[in-house]
């Protein structure tokens, strides 16, 4: 019974590890000094999630690296950065996926969220995989413009969940668009 | 001709610099705020050639600054100063300020802020210059647009003033004017550290400020050049030392020369 329970316990662990953001790398923009910056450092440093980040001030650039077993939320990196007083120029994040297929407008429920694959050709991915966030507030105004030409769906410009997501997703629920 | 020669050598300065700018002025503020959920406190002492009076008058200004959020900002600030009396309180104000735009990229912006300030004050009233922050009741409501490019900061302002007699019965001089109309234009630049590598690295800034009143109804005016420099530690705290001087100007004033020392710590998301 001991086995079964430390079985079960094992392959628990290896899902969560699964469904687990383990790291960001953050561009923001709208700053140069070192004042700016770190208060950005202190916002994102706040956040419940975040373990740990390092700073390339010169290159505004934060790489984050986020605590096992808590669920990673984009949006609350954005509220981070802005509430500093900046923007979000570029975020890349580092997950490793379960085996997935995905092609363009797939929808997937990952780490707590669903994520909608933009710009991508049909593949299979698995493993450590790196993804930029490319919704509005993640992306400069004129990638928001290219990525939504490749797009029919109204959920990128909203954010949320509209009558286009056909894949069980309920209506207003958030979706992060993606790309690799 | 001292003067030009003044504003020729401060010119030729920041022009041929080649690093970098900030703007966190020391005589205006930038369109930009302080961090969301953020303190600040800001303990300026202003020290001014009062020549009306013979004296050298200190001017105490200590500031609590809060970032409400991205957006808003708000100062509440206390006014003493020893002119032609023991130095005690005389007054205190309220500024906010409010970005109404922002257009951000890496490494460069452009905002836009609205501010009001108001304030109401017990001294007495010698002067023919306005000055909500420091010396008279009243209010003044402005707006900011700053641009930062490759870390070059410009960033110039435009202000409504309107005052009303002080506290204590220190009324206006019949013949003085009742509004001004503020402006400023300021520029900085970084010139240390040469490349970034630590939050502890200490920043040195360099700023050029000119600070203007009109008086449209008795027609005077003055125009202050403001060089300064600025010490940034641990990129929390500063440290500004400023000079101003009256380039021009045809009206009464508490002084044409004055010195500014100011120390200002960052307390970040403790709200």
């Known amino acids: 019974m001991k086995k079964v329970i430390i079985i079960v316990a094992l392959i628990l662990s290896t899902i969560q590890s699964f469904a687990q953001i383990q790291s960001a790398s953050l561009t923001a923009s709208g700053l140069t000094c070192s004042m700016c910056s770190k208060s950005i450092f202190k916002a994102l440093e706040k956040l419940p999630s975040v373990k740990s980040v390092d700073v390339d001030i010169d290159k505004s650039v934060f790489t984050i690296q986020f605590k096992e077993g808590v669920k990673v939320v984009p949006d609350d990196i954005e509220k981070a950065v802005t509430g500093a007083g900046f923007a979000v120029a570029s975020l890349k994040m580092t997950a490793v996926f379960p085996d997935t297929k995905i092609a363009k407008d797939t929808h997937i429920d990952f780490a707590g969220a669903t994520y909608h694959f933009l710009n991508v050709e049909p593949q299979s991915i698995s493993g450590q995989k790196t993804f930029t966030v490319v919704d509005k507030n993640f992306v400069s105004t004129a990638e928001f413009r290219r990525f939504k030409k490749t797009t029919d769906m109204k959920c990128y410009e909203s954010g949320k969940a509209e009558g286009c997501c056909t894949e069980g997703v309920a209506k207003g629920t958030r979706i992060y668009h993606i790309t690799l | 001709m001292k003067k030009i020669k003044m504003l020729g050598f401060c010119c030729c300065l920041f022009i041929t610099?080649?690093?970098?700018?900030?703007?966190?002025?020391n005589f205006a503020e930038p369109a930009s705020n302080m961090p969301a959920k953020s303190?600040?406190?800001?303990?300026?002492?202003?020290v001014m050639d009062e020549k009306h009076l013979g004296q050298t008058t200190q001017q105490f200004l200590p500031e609590l600054m809060w970032g409400v959020s991205k957006r808003l900002m708000l100062h509440a600030e206390g006014i003493a100063?020893?002119?032609?009396?023991?130095?005690?309180?005389?007054?205190?104000?309220?500024?906010?300020?409010?970005r109404i735009y922002t257009q951000d990229k890496v490494h460069r912006h452009f905002r836009m802020a609205a501010f009001?300030?108001?304030?109401?004050?017990?001294?007495?009233?010698?002067y023919q210059e306005l000055e909500v922050n420091g010396m008279n009741t009243g209010g003044e409501l402005g707006f900011i647009a700053t641009q930062l490019l490759h870390k070059q900061a410009l960033s110039a302002s435009l202000s409504y003033e309107q005052i009303g007699n002080n506290g204590n019965g220190n009324t206006i001089h019949t013949g003085n004017a009742l509004r001004a109309i503020n402006y400023t234009l300021s520029t900085g630049r970084l010139i240390l550290p040469k490349q970034y590598s630590s939050y502890k690295q200490t920043n040195f800034n360099?700023?050029?400020?000119?600070?203007?009143q009109y008086q449209p109804e008795p027609g005077l005016h003055y125009l202050d050049i403001a060089p300064s420099a600025q010490f940034i530690i641990h990129s929390q705290t500063r440290i500004d030392i400023g000079f101003r001087h009256q380039l021009t100007g045809s009206m009464d004033r508490m002084a044409t020369n004055s010195a500014m020392l100011r120390v200002e710590h960052l307390l970040?998301?403790?709200l």
């Open chain 2, 39 to 46: 303190l600040g406190i800001r303990l300026t002492n202003n």
């Open chain 2, 268 to 270: 970040f998301n403790v």
């Open chain 2, 17 to 25: 610099q080649k690093s970098e700018a900030q703007e966190l002025f």
């Open chain 2, 116 to 126: 009001v300030r108001a304030a109401f004050n017990n001294g007495h009233v010698h």
């Open chain 2, 206 to 212: 360099l700023m050029l400020e000119f600070l203007g």
């Open chain 2, 81 to 98: 100063n020893n002119s032609g009396t023991p130095f005690r309180f005389i007054g205190a104000g309220v500024y906010a300020k409010y």
